[in-house]
Structures are given as structure tokens and as C-alpha cells.
């Protein structure tokens, strides 16, 4: 089994959509959670770390269930902007990165 | 803000050849990291570094490579003896602690070996 697993997608979805990312990790020691993003040949970004009683960003939500080693990222009314690829990571000292899905917002 | 910087943001070199990528991480941060990254695949983790010295390194962090903090700020990844599968984007990465702080990248040297 995958350390981190998600849905390489493609996403493709119209602006104004609201979109769900699903990721899983294998390692019940994972200590932090984390949504990177990243857009073609650049360097992953930080989008927002992730706790058990889930956190908002203004559009992005995140949710980490610790009992079924899932982590969740909505994205309500997305943006032409918000097209890259999301990258769910984990924490166990080093960061454990998962394949990433690629959302593409078209208008 | 501050940045980790890498140079060079591209390098093509000869299989065979030794190569040195150089990152300067964030002046505060104590934990640094490189990754890599082939064409369509995923961020891979190659090695940690703390307290200079390593403090953890995957199955690709084989012989041929080496890391070295020469002198308190400088941070170098050298592949002494590059293959055509090292061709990759190579990330440099800096934290100022481990668990939930967040992992700075700086934009990467793409490596080419012909």
C-alpha cells in the first residue's frame, strides 16, 4: 500500500464549482498533516496545514479523520486561479508526499 | 519574505559526471531537506539533515550522492557519478521545526543527464 494515496484526477471543473480532494496514508505514527500546492515545474507551496477538528481558509476547507487515515480538501467557487495540483503530505519528520491531483478550472 | 534559494536552476551535464546543487535555506530555519522530483511522478524524499549531520535517507539516497553544510549557510546535494535516470527537478526545502510547521521549497534545479 501507497504511503499517501489520492486521485490523480484529472478534476475539471467550471468556475463557481465546488470540488472534494481525497487522500489516505498508510502510517498511523503520522504526526502532521499538510495540503501543498503546485503549479506546472514549480516548487510546491503551502496551502494549509490540516487538524482533526478541521480548518477553514476562506474557500479551502481541510478535515483530517485520524481513525480512517483520511484527509479532505473543498474548494468552494473555484477560480480559473485555482487550477494546479494538489499535494496531500504527511508528516513523519520528513514529508511524505502523495501523487497529487490536478484540478483544471475552465471558464 | 524569505526564501530558499537554489542555483542552478538548470544544469545539464554528461553521464557519468559529478555534479554539486546548491541551496541557500531560510537563515533560521535548523532542518533541511532535498527532494526530487522525475517528469510526472511525484515529490520524492531523498534525505534530511539536522544538527549537521543526516538525519534520515530514503532507498534512492544510494552511494553516489552526498550532502554537506560547508560552511553554516550553503546546503549542497552532489551526485558524484550521474545516471540518465538522476535527469529530475531536485527541491531544496527548509523548516524551522519538525511536525506541524510548515517545509519552504525553493524553486528547484532541473537536472539533465545526457
Known amino acids: 500500500r501507497k504511503e499517501v494515496e489520492q486521485d490523480p484526477g484529472p478534476f475539471n471543473v467550471p468556475e463557481g464549482a465546488t470540488v472534494a480532494f481525497n487522500c489516505t496514508y498508510s502510517n498511523s505514527a503520522s504526526q502532521s498533516f499538510f495540503w501543498y500546492r503546485q503549479d506546472c515545474r514549480k516548487e510546491p507551496k503551502l496551502l494549509m496545514s490540516?487538524?482533526?477538528s478541521g480548518n477553514e481558509d476562506g474557500r479551502f476547507t481541510a478535515q483530517l479523520n485520524r481513525a480512517s487515515q483520511y484527509i479532505s480538501l473543498l474548494i468552494r467557487d473555484s477560480k480559473l486561479s485555482d487550477s494546479a495540483t494538489y499535494l496531500c503530505?504527511?508528516?513523519?519528520?520528513?514529508?511524505?508526499f502523495g501523487t497529487g491531483t490536478r484540478l483544471q478550472v475552465f471558464p | 519574505e524569505p526564501e530558499v534559494t537554489q542555483t542552478p536552476s538548470h544544469q545539464v551535464t554528461q553521464m557519468g559526471q559529478e555534479v554539486i546543487l546548491r541551496c541557500v535555506p531560510i537563515?533560521?530555519?535548523?532542518?533541511f531537506y532535498w527532494y526530487r522530483q522525475i517528469l510526472g511522478q511525484k515529490v520524492e524524499f531523498l534525505v534530511s539533515f539536522y544538527n549537521n549531520e543526516i538525519s534520515e535517507k530514503s532507498e534512492i539516497f544510494d552511494d553516489q550522492f552526498s550532502v554537506e553544510r560547508p560552511d553554516g549557510s550553503n546546503f549542497t546535494l552532489k551526485i558524484r557519478s550521474t545516471k540518465l535516470e538522476d535527469s529530475a527537478m531536485y527541491f531544496c526545502a527548509s523548516r524551522t521545526g519538525r511536525g506541524n510547521t510548515e517545509a519552504f521549497f525553493g524553486q528547484g534545479t532541473r537536472l539533465t543527464v545526457v
Open positions: 490540516v487538524y482533526s
Open positions: 503530505v504527511v508528516s513523519q519528520g520528513k514529508l511524505i
Open positions: 537563515s533560521n530555519h535548523l532542518y
